[in-house]
């Protein structure tokens, strides 16, 4: 079964340092990738995605995503945070099938 | 072009009370999930419909919960009775494609609070 792990439940940055959320997912075969974001009172939006090529994805926001087969990770990264950046951060697989299996998301608090 | 729309926001109701919540996909998307996400856990699958049929239900908890798409517009979910363990933020999405490639856009949610 399909499974994804975002190991940081929260995490804090200074507005203008760069930020890593961390995703590791399980899939028997090739996955198809997401990272989602949900500001407080808004749906999930979709910051980017990955599905074959490059394993460097640039998605919308700023943010990029890099896919390593050998690790079974998707991190996310941000080179430089903004304080609207703060937001509940999701990750999710998806295969053949069109159901996304989503991690437990991380919080990301931006400090001034 | 409008979003997908969840109503309500919010509902409050008492054990063994019936909710129904209410999903408007995007216009022209054949394709419309539920999720649900209970508090401190990961947003969860509960079902896929293809215009009106039930395309993958493998997600729906248990018989109390009943989920329709009347000509294949918007869709309904109704839990019935409802028990403390259902609160929970219920998210729609919808999409054009059914595969894995296509984006899901999801709704706001409806967060239930069952008392």
């Given amino acids: 079964a399909q499974s994804v792990t975002q190991p940081d439940i929260h995490i804090t940055v200074s507005e203008g ?12 075969a090739t996955p198809y990738l997401f990272w989602y974001v949900q500001s407080p009172g ?53 295969g053949t099938a069109s159901k996304l299996t989503f991690g437990t998301g991380t919080r990301l608090q931006v400090t001034l | 072009e409008a979003g997908v729309t969840q109503f309500p926001s919010h509902s409050v109701i008492e054990k063994g009370q019936t909710v129904t919540l209410r999903c ?8 419309l999930y539920w999720y649900r996400r209970v508090m401190g856990k990961e947003i969860k699958f509960l ?23 009347t000509g294949g517009t918007y869709s309904t979910l109704k839990v019935q009775p ?13 999409s054009q494609s059914p595969f894995g490639l296509d984006e899901q856009y999801f709704g706001p949610g409806t967060r239930l609070t069952v008392t």
């Fill in chain 2, 82 to 94: 409802a028990e403390l363990e259902d609160s929970g933020v219920y998210f729609c999405a919808s």
């Fill in chain 2, 47 to 69: 079902l896929h419909f293809v215009k009106e049929s039930k395309q993958d239900e493998s997600g729906m908890p248990n018989n109390r919960f009943l989920a329709e798409r």
């Fill in chain 1, 17 to 28: 340092a760069s930020l890593e959320l961390r995703c590791n997912y399980s899939y028997g």
């Fill in chain 2, 24 to 31: 408007d996909p995007i216009s022209g998307h054949d394709n």
């Fill in chain 1, 42 to 94: 808004q749906g999930l939006q979709l910051l980017l995605k990955y599905f074959s090529g490059d394993t460097l994805v640039q998605g919308i926001k700023g943010f990029e995503a890099e896919f390593k087969r050998s690790q079974s990770s998707f991190n996310l990264r941000k080179p430089s945070v903004h304080w609207s950046d703060a937001a509940e951060y999701f990750c999710a697989v998806t």
